[in-house]
């Protein structure tokens, strides 16, 4: 089953609550929020107050992902703000570090999930997919909503969709960046199960029908 997850941050911020409160009759399955710090990608966007307020209002599992620094300093925080999911970056840490972070996740009852970048390659993976319960291809260089979609991420994803069906087959496999009707296809036709669209979905005339042609 294929599900879609809006990302917010090409939500009105002024009309935050209307915007999440309207992803289930547009047939949405998560809410896909970006934190970013400023230092591991070039912008600074959400943080664990507004996380923990959008959870109070939000009809839909929390997809967090975390474009910060070492964020295993932060991850408690992130679970107990009402995280359903939480993405952490497999550059923004040590291996030790990562799956220490990935355990912490899973204590705190939350599904952890590991992300690469469009350079990342699929084999950085390897070490945490035991560990998951969703990986995140990034299909654009993290940092900003409304870019194009890098189509030499798909042979990454077809790869990893090999491996998790071998090796952890309840893992999600998502995707990240420039999804629109098209490249939706292109990343369903590689394996990927969960797709992000931020700037598609909300300029999108007819949500629901967007998400329509994004799962046909
Ligand atoms: O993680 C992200 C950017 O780093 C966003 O989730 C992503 O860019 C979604 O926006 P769009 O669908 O407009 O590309
Ligand atoms: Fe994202």
């Given amino acids: 089953m294929i599900k879609v997850a809006p990302s917010i941050l090409s ?13 289930p009759a547009a047939g949405a399955d998560y809410v896909h929020v970006d934190v970013m710090d400023g230092m591991f990608v070039p912008n600074i966007t959400i943080g664990i107050p507004v996380v923990a307020a959008i959870s109070r209002i939000a009809p ?4 967090v992902h975390l474009m910060i620094e070492r964020p ?13 999911i939480l993405t952490l970056h497999v550059e923004a840490d040590t291996q030790e570090n990562t799956l220490e972070a990935l355990r912490r996740i899973r204590e ?16 950085a993976v390897l070490p945490f997919l035991p560990l998951c319960d969703l990986i995140l291809v990034m299909t654009v260089e993290p940092g900003f909503g409304g870019q194009s979609f890098l189509h030499s991420t798909m042979p990454k994803l077809h790869q990893l969709r090999q491996w998790i069906d071998e090796q952890n087959p309840a893992c999600e496999l998502e995707v990240d960046g420039g999804v629109n009707v098209e490249t939706a296809k292109i990343c369903r036709d590689n394996g990927a199960n969960v797709l992000v669209a931020g700037s598609a979905y909300f300029k999108a005339a007819d949500p629901a029908a967007f998400v329509r042609a994004v799962k046909a």
């Fill in 11 to 23: 939500a009105d911020f002024v009309n935050l609550e209307r915007d999440i409160r309207s992803l």
């Fill in 60 to 63: 839909l599992p929390l997809d």
């Fill in 72 to 84: 295993i300093r932060y991850v408690d925080a992130f679970c107990k703000a009402g995280s359903s």
């Fill in 108 to 123: 705190n009852g939350v599904r952890a999930a590991i992300s690469v970048k469009p350079n990342t390659p699929a084999e």
